[in-house]
């Protein structure tokens, strides 16, 4: 069964910082990219940042990028985001994806966890 969890969220002040993971099982971890998408009360869910396989490469929102950081550690299976200099517009529900467009093709979703800017 496969399954993400996340962890790590809260209520954070603005220019904090906070780290979230997400723990992987299930699935064979290293074939899939992951991902974090997040999405704020009222919007659209959106990509955050997206890292490799084998974590070789990473893209970022252009609204994050400098700001947070994308890891991933395989024989733990777990995908981290660093979040730094946090603003009120980082306030959203943020979400762990794994996807393989190969056989056998997987897109799964984590259940969120909440990040709340504010002071």
């Known amino acids: 069964q496969v399954q993400l969890v996340e962890s790590g969220g809260g209520l954070v002040q603005p220019g904090g910082s906070l780290t979230l993971s997400c723990a992987a099982s299930?699935?064979?971890?290293?074939?899939?990219?992951m991902s974090w998408y997040r999405q704020a009360p009222g919007k659209e869910r959106e990509l955050v940042a997206v890292i490799s396989r084998a974590g070789s490469s990473t893209k970022y929102a252009d609204s994050v990028k400098g700001r947070f950081t994308i890891s991933r550690d395989n024989d733990k299976n777990t995908v981290y985001l660093r979040a730094n200099n946090l603003n009120p517009e980082d306030t959203a529900v943020y979400y762990c994806n794994a996807h393989r467009a190969f056989w056998p093709k997987l897109d799964s979703w984590g259940q969120g966890t909440q990040v709340t800017v504010s002071s």
């Open positions: 299930g699935f064979t971890f290293s074939t899939c990219d």
